[in-house]
């Protein structure tokens, strides 16, 4: 069990099991990108490396973000399973790029072999275009394997905030300035640029999670608007722990080749401020983001909480 | 000017200017494509690199074949824009993706260096993400740079249609059998086969640029099947022609270095049945295409016409 870091709810955290919440939700999201991997012919080449990396276990912290919001706007969670699977193909694709020989080059991701070094470089980078174009598909089409979705309008509103949160404009622009960043041979001074680059990379995927989330459910505009709040605080801190346990990982509790932005020479956050530091910045950044959950039904957003503090607690 | 194939619209095409009616399409989807440029700080990488693969000077076939479907359905061509300009980002970021060292390894496209020769390998990746990605974002949020598009339902058909012909049962699959053909050390025998991935390589977004047409003009179910029979005959023949100009061309016309195709053991239609039957089917194939047109207006079919006619007679 795991528990909240704000003392006024611990008493109602105690008796929310995180642990099984997270299991019973990852199940469900597994079981949702399976049918949709299910949909395609297994023989195929593009399947099997999609799938090779879709399904490898990742934490579906995106995917139950999105859940987790639709829950804490009192909605059922079923309009937002489309949404869900959706971002997390995303976030998958751009791992598999993100990993190719010409950007991170990493060999293990997961705990098993990177899509390129299971199925080679030309499969790997299908594969992501793949996932890519069909989390759009899904989003679009979701009658085909989804028995709940939202009306058209509310569609087209989720195309329009992943697409936005993935593109350009976000992800892809985040890891533009982190491969720029990599191949110049200058070390950057400046927190402004270093949280920037978070901020697009990651932190702009999980704002859409949790929106993309309380849009599925019809959520008002202040209500869209606190959650985006949340959805910022813990992306930040998100990134600073991931940064953290890069320094401090064995590869063997962080399944990906640990060490390897300091290799690169990435700038992380412990490089900038140091560990200590590190670890109370994501603290407070925490506790902001619970206080941004003020204004809803505490008990419908137990998971939000108990997410927050995971991102905090987790060891890979 | 280009002269029709079939003899009973002859007189009418003689008094159709093809080459003005090319080219002032082909300023409109340029001007376009540029606002949407324009509207990203050009001195960022990704915008470098983007612009240096989306205004290289592309024929803009699928735009075009967008807009003149929609003038085809007796509907002024503005709401098909957004469609238009997406449709040529997607069909530039699988250039710039299978121009990439790990699959069919250019140095050339469009007369000038490849994304990844221009600009790196890692930029050429991110900027084939960014285009896919941006297109989704052209198609749900036209209002940011268009003054006419289609009402929220016909957008999210529109996303439906081309995340379909884009994907993984469409152009992704295609590339991926290309790969798989190329790589295997053996020479493929079926004409099937061949056809399978030029349909699902090529067709499928020539498909859905003529279907997105007549969807952005909200045509009835008629129009959009006859549609979509002449846009399949096109695509293929379209394919063919490319075939034979590979085997033809030389590189200060087409663009691209030639032979290419031939180097890398791809199979082609002319390497398959012959230059002469490969010439004598796409004929045959062009005149099925301009037969579907009947139900409609002449006069508002005379475009499409005139690019069937283009798209036998094409030197590049």
New interface residues.
């Given amino acids: 069990m795991t528990r909240a870091t704000s003392p006024k709810s611990r008493s109602t955290m105690d008796n929310f099991d995180f642990k099984a919440y997270l299991k019973a939700r990852q199940t469900l999201v597994n079981e949702r990108l399976g049918a949709i991997l299910g949909s ?1 012919d297994p023989r ?4 099997c490396a ?1 799938g090779h990396s879709l399904m490898a276990g990742g934490k579906r912290l995106r995917p139950i973000l999105c859940l987790a919001a639709c829950e804490a706007c009192s909605a059922p969670l079923e309009p937002a399973l489309p949404a869900a699977c959706a971002l997390e193909m995303i976030h998958t694709y751009s791992l598999v ?1 993100d990993d ?1 020989p ?2 991170d080059n990493d060999d293990l991701r997961r705990g098993i072999p990177t899509c390129h070094r299971a199925f ?4 790997a ?2 594969a ?3 996932l ?3 989390a ?2 899904i ?3 979701p009658e085909n394997l989804f028995k709940v979705f939202p009306d ?2 509310v ?3 989720l ?2 905030i992943i ?2 949160a ?4 976000g992800m ?2 985040g ?2 300035l982190d ?2 960043l990599q ?1 110049a041979d200058e070390t950057v001074t400046s927190l402004e640029l270093l949280t920037q680059i978070h901020t697009l990379k990651t932190g702009g995927m999980i704002r859409a999670s949790v929106v993309a989330g309380a849009v599925s459910a019809g959520a008002d505009n202040a209500m869209i608007e606190s959650l985006a709040v949340y959805a910022e605080k813990i992306g930040l801190a998100f990134q600073i722990v991931d940064d953290i346990l890069d320094v401090e990982g064995d590869p063997t509790v962080m399944g990906k080749t640990a060490g390897s932005d300091v290799d690169n020479r990435k700038m992380t956050f412990p490089s900038f401020m140091g560990l200590e530091a590190s670890r109370k910045y994501a603290q407070e950044i925490i506790n902001e983001a619970v206080k941004a959950l003020d204004l809803f039904d505490e008990k419908k957003t137990l998971p939000l909480k108990a997410i927050a503090a995971y991102i905090l607690q987790r060891k890979r």
């Fill in positions: 395609l195929r080449e593009l399947t999609m790029h190719l010409a950007m080679g470089e030309s499969t980078i299908l992501g275009d793949g890519l174009t069909h759009f598909q989003l679009s089409r058209p309008g569609r087209l509103e195309v329009a697409s936005d993935a593109g350009i404009n892809v622009e890891q533009m491969m720029l191949n």
